[in-house]
């Protein structure tokens, strides 16, 4: 039961990632607004294509036009979503219910609370038409589904590590990349909500830097209709582009002085390769963010960005939770 409990959490795992990557997808491609209503599109379980079922929607939502193609991004996001919901309920009920001494019923209750919340900020990306903040919210809460579930899979099957005397401050600098890393996801994430990404051109800094102001950070989205492609004006989305890239410096630098602790302070060879892992990845990440601006901004490498920001928090999680292994004695 043990190994295919693993399997399962695996399998979710994986099938968080490709959530979190149709989402993208979605967001990229415009396609949020794709279907207007929630769960279904158009009042169905898939996109209307007969005509009797498109004369019914045009009479339902009569200000939408229907695209078959961003509806249908849109509701294989859903569809992937809506399994990942089902797999996480599945995990929740057998953990709860397992007789294993440390399952990790907490762990599981608090994805399963999470998957909830995804669905709600879901219903509200769609019914709010793309509302900035709630665009943000669900990017950063599949990153908390995928985080959770990496989590669930290491509890479940924990990495044999010994006990290490620097182990407590090199977790304490974990814990802080990962606190600057998901304030530079949601940077990313406000930066996709407000379509700011093409307002920010050249390298390393914007082509028109001069406009670049921290009073025009504070500037929010005002009341609209319809958030779709951006109602904040050209130099707010170029200081959120700039922000984003400027932060990206601060989590490298920061990745990096928590790698060089790790091998100076700790001597396991897993702890080692799992900070190299993430230091590795965040010098992909930049490096890529550049190639992006370089080519303006082309979807599938964008897409790419995203999927690698999702590993390198994963393997940052990863490389936290074994030096919290390591911090404690094991009699």
Known sequence: MSNVLQRTITFAC??????????????????????PDWPGCYGFLTVPNEMHEITAAQLKYPSSTIEPRKAWIEMIHRYFAGCLALVVLL?????????????PKIL?????????????????????????????GHLLGGFTVLSLLTLLYLRWSPPLVE????????????????????????????????????HCTGLPL???????????????PEKSSTYEYGVLPFDTRLSIHLMHRIWASVTLLSIVAMAVLVH?????????????????????QVFIGGVIVYFKFPILLTLFHNFMAALLLLALVRTCFLLSRARQVWI
């Open 14 to 35: 994986m099938l968080a990632i490709c959530v979190v990557v149709l989402g993208a997808y979605t967001r990229l491609s415009n396609a949020g607004l794709g279907c």
């Open 91 to 103: 995990l929740f009920f057998v953990i709860v219910r397992s007789k294993q001494k440390h399952a």
């Open 108 to 136: 599981a209750g608090a994805l399963l609370m999470m998957i909830a919340i995804q669905a709600l900020l879901g219903m509200w990306t769609v019914t709010m038409n793309l509302q900035p903040f709630v665009v943000m």
């Open 163 to 198: 006990y290490e005397d620097h182990a407590a401050l090199c977790f304490k600098a974990g814990i802080v990349c990962t606190c600057i890393l998901v304030l530079q996801i949601a940077l990313g994430g406000w930066l996709a909500a407000n379509y700011a990404a093409p």
């Open 206 to 220: 914007c082509s028109n830097s001069e406009l670049f102001s921290w009073q025009s950070l504070l500037r929010l």
């Open 264 to 284: 100076i302070k700790i001597a396991q060879p897993i702890i080692r390769k799992g900070a190299n892992q993430v230091l590795a990845l965040v010098l992909l």
